[in-house]
Structures are given as structure tokens and as C-alpha cells.
């Protein structure tokens, strides 16, 4: 049995879509479950592109991480595959992605194999129960801004200072803590976190890097730390650009730079520029602005809410200001269950 004959074998049993396509996204091999999903469409067949079928960005920029791992020979937290969203030409299906290259990996170009699981009974872009979590998101960002800015420019005596701070930290973290309950039983019911990707940071930091890099936005990572956490890079990267330019909008002729860091809880990709900061008003338009290119045209506060992250805006004591997003860190990279 030749080589194509039995990977024919293999994958016809299979309920998922599985293509098979060559260095440049041509399909060579695909299997009875995506030709029921793809079959109808004259642009699904061998040496057909596979961006005639689905969204190219997500896959590339799925393809690019793994290329990027492999390249960077970091091998902390290997991952066989990266799991993504996308959609149909149409954006009438809705599919859960996995890609992953074949090998030989040496070549600069590589083939790669992608399955296609059609979530579109379950998925609904902009779910209600998500934005259910908007309300919570505003006193609770407005109150975590307002203790990064109490102790920056402390404005009262010592005694009152220090109580009113114990208050406003205790209580951003018990609403917080009830955000983040409520936000991970909504991931469960929505089946969400099964969309992401768990990346180590230190392959994250350097793929964000180096895309907002070439977008001429300088980087400053911390010290290197193997943390895991659970990403959509692609919705990750749309929200960062779509950030970075309305700051660039706003305010007009700054040099706006980038720092990435991490504390105990949380993954930080803090925008800095010199000038006034963002107000939580604004903050909130960004919330809901809806970006193009994402999957099912969806919100900034959707793909936030689907990685369980949030933005807001500080005033730092040195006339800059920081638009801050920060996605929650999962598990230690070296203490995989």
C-alpha cells in the first residue's frame, strides 16, 4: 500500500474534516468527512486553495506559530498543533481548526495537515451570556484602575489613605474573583476554552514581539518566565492592533511602545505612550467596537471574554499613560498535569 493510499485509509474513518495541503495551501488529499462539509462548493477538489474554502489570516497565523516554535528551537512547552476559530467563505459555518505541519520539518515552506470540526449548531458570535459579563467588566475595571492610581498619586493623610486602600483592594478582588467565576462557567457552557491554544509565554512574548515590531511599535519583554496560558492568537493579535491604532488615532504624533510582563495571575501587554491617558468611557467604546477580520465579525469584549481577559486605561506619575490588556495565566509551563 503506497504512502497516499493508506493516509486515505487512515482519515476516512474520521467525523472531523481533514485536508491535506501542500507548502502553499493547495489541497492534496481530504477525506469523506470534508468532502461532506466542503463537497458542495466549486472550489473544494484536489489543487484547490484552501483559502477559497475558509478565512486565511486565522490559518496563517496558526501555521506562522509553529513555524515560529520550530525555528526558535524552544521546546519548554512543545505543541503538536495550534487550535483555532474560523469560518466559512460565507460565514454560515463555523468550524473549530487544528493545524499542524507534516513532516520532514526542515524546509522553510512546509506541508501541514488542518481539521475542520463544524461548531456551527453550538456557536453564536457575540453570544448574549457573554455580554451578560459586560456588566460586571465596568466597576470592576473602573475599581482596579482607581487602586493602580490611588497608590500612584496618594492625595490624603496616611491613616485615611491606608484604609480607603485596603477597602478598594479588597474589594477588587472579591468582584474580581466573582467576575472570573461567572466568566469560567460561561467558557464551560460555551465550550470556548476548547478554542484556544495553550502556548508557553516565552513562545507568546516572541511571536507578539516580533508582529508588533513589524508594525514599527517597539517591544520591551520582561525577563524570560515559563508560564502557560491559553490564547486565540489570532483574535489576540487583531485586539492589539486594533488597540495600538486607536491610540494612534487618539493621539496623534506619539511614540507609542509596548511592554510585556508578567505577575502572579496575570500576563500584561501594557501600550505606553507620553500624553493623556485613555478615560474608561472611551475604553468602553473600544469594548464594544467590532473588528473586520474577526471570526463571525464578533466584538474586542468577545474575544477578550473568550481567553478571559479585559483592558483598562492608568495615568502614570511620569506624564505617560498605559492602556493595559491582560489575560489570566493558567498553569506553571513545567507543571502540566
Given at each position: 500500500?503506497?504512502?497516499?493510499?493508506?493516509?486515505?485509509?487512515?482519515?476516512?474513518?474520521?467525523?472531523?474534516?481533514?485536508?491535506?495541503?501542500?507548502?502553499?495551501?493547495?489541497?492534496?488529499?481530504?477525506?469523506?468527512?470534508?468532502?461532506?462539509?466542503?463537497?458542495q462548493?466549486?472550489?473544494?477538489?484536489?489543487?484547490?486553495?484552501?483559502?477559497?474554502?475558509?478565512?486565511?489570516?486565522?490559518?496563517?497565523?496558526?501555521?506562522?506559530?509553529?513555524?515560529?516554535?520550530?525555528?526558535?528551537?524552544?521546546?519548554s512547552?512543545?505543541?503538536?498543533?495550534?487550535?483555532?476559530?474560523?469560518?466559512?467563505?460565507n460565514?454560515?459555518?463555523?468550524?473549530?481548526?487544528?493545524?499542524?505541519?507534516l513532516?520532514?520539518?526542515?524546509?522553510?515552506?512546509?506541508?501541514?495537515?488542518?481539521?475542520?470540526?463544524?461548531?456551527?449548531?453550538?456557536?453564536?458570535?457575540?453570544?448574549?451570556?457573554?455580554?451578560?459579563?459586560?456588566?460586571?467588566?465596568?466597576?470592576?475595571?473602573?475599581?482596579?484602575?482607581?487602586v493602580?492610581?490611588?497608590?500612584?498619586?496618594?492625595?490624603?493623610?496616611?491613616?485615611?489613605?491606608?484604609?480607603?486602600e485596603?477597602?478598594?483592594?479588597?474589594?477588587?478582588?472579591?468582584?474580581?474573583e466573582?467576575?472570573n467565576?461567572?466568566?469560567?462557567?460561561?467558557?464551560?457552557?460555551?465550550?470556548?476554552?476548547?478554542?484556544?491554544?495553550?502556548?508557553?509565554?516565552?513562545?507568546?512574548?516572541?511571536?507578539?514581539?516580533?508582529?508588533l515590531q513589524?508594525?514599527k511599535?517597539?517591544?520591551?519583554?520582561?525577563?524570560?518566565?515559563?508560564?502557560?496560558?491559553?490564547?486565540?492568537?489570532?483574535?489576540?493579535?487583531?485586539?492589539?492592533?486594533y488597540?495600538?491604532?486607536?491610540?494612534?488615532?487618539?493621539q496623534?504624533?506619539?511614540?507609542?511602545?509596548?511592554?510585556?510582563?508578567?505577575?502572579?495571575?496575570?500576563?500584561?501587554?501594557d501600550?505606553?505612550w507620553?500624553?493623556?491617558?485613555?478615560?474608561?468611557?472611551?475604553?468602553?467604546?473600544m469594548?464594544?467596537?467590532?473588528?473586520?477580520?474577526?471570526?463571525?465579525?464578533?466584538?474586542?469584549?468577545?474575544i477578550?471574554?473568550?481567553?478571559?481577559?479585559?483592558?483598562?486605561?492608568?495615568?502614570?506619575k511620569?506624564?505617560?499613560?498605559?492602556?493595559?490588556?491582560?489575560?489570566?495565566?493558567?498553569?506553571?509551563?513545567?507543571?502540566?498535569?
Amino acid at each position: 500500500m503506497d504512502h497516499e493510499a493508506l493516509l486515505n485509509t487512515l482519515l476516512h474513518e474520521l467525523k472531523d474534516g481533514v485536508l491535506v495541503c501542500d507548502p502553499d495551501a493547495k489541497i492534496t488529499l481530504f477525506n469523506q468527512a470534508a468532502e461532506d462539509l466542503f463537497g458542495q462548493s466549486q472550489s473544494f477538489g484536489k489543487g484547490k486553495s484552501l483559502y477559497s474554502l475558509c478565512f486565511q489570516p486565522p490559518v496563517e497565523h496558526a501555521l506562522n506559530l509553529l513555524n515560529y516554535q520550530y525555528e526558535s528551537n524552544n521546546q519548554s512547552l512543545p505543541f503538536p498543533y495550534v487550535q483555532f476559530m474560523n469560518a466559512s467563505r460565507n460565514q454560515e459555518q463555523f468550524f473549530r481548526c487544528r493545524v499542524s505541519f507534516l513532516p520532514p520539518l526542515t524546509a522553510q515552506k512546509k506541508s501541514f495537515v488542518i481539521i475542520f470540526e463544524d461548531i456551527s449548531a453550538w456557536h453564536i458570535p457575540d453570544n448574549p451570556l457573554y455580554m451578560k459579563i459586560e456588566e460586571f467588566r465596568a466597576p470592576m475595571t473602573n475599581l482596579r484602575a482607581a487602586v493602580e492610581n490611588l497608590t500612584e498619586y496618594p492625595e490624603m493623610s496616611p491613616v485615611m489613605h491606608s484604609a480607603f486602600e485596603n477597602v478598594l483592594v479588597q474589594e477588587s478582588i472579591n468582584l474580581t474573583e466573582a467576575f472570573n467565576a461567572l466568566a469560567g462557567s460561561c467558557r464551560v457552557i460555551m465550550q470556548t476554552q476548547n478554542l484556544l491554544t495553550e502556548l508557553n509565554s516565552v513562545v507568546l512574548f516572541g511571536y507578539v514581539a516580533r508582529h508588533l515590531q513589524n508594525k514599527k511599535i517597539p517591544v520591551v519583554v520582561s525577563p524570560k518566565q515559563s508560564i502557560g496560558t491559553k490564547v486565540d492568537i489570532y483574535g489576540l493579535l487583531l485586539v492589539l492592533d486594533y488597540l495600538a491604532s486607536s491610540i494612534k488615532h487618539k493621539q496623534k504624533g506619539i511614540g507609542l511602545s509596548c511592554e510585556i510582563h508578567i505577575d502572579k495571575q496575570f500576563i500584561y501587554f501594557d501600550f505606553v505612550w507620553s500624553g493623556p491617558f485613555i478615560p474608561p468611557a472611551a475604553v468602553k467604546k473600544m469594548l464594544a467596537k467590532k473588528l473586520q477580520h474577526s471570526i463571525g465579525a464578533i466584538t474586542v469584549a468577545a474575544i477578550l471574554n473568550s481567553m478571559g481577559g479585559d483592558i483598562w486605561s492608568q495615568q502614570q506619575k511620569n506624564a505617560q499613560s498605559t492602556l493595559r490588556l491582560a489575560l489570566p495565566i493558567t498553569i506553571k509551563a513545567g507543571n502540566k498535569p
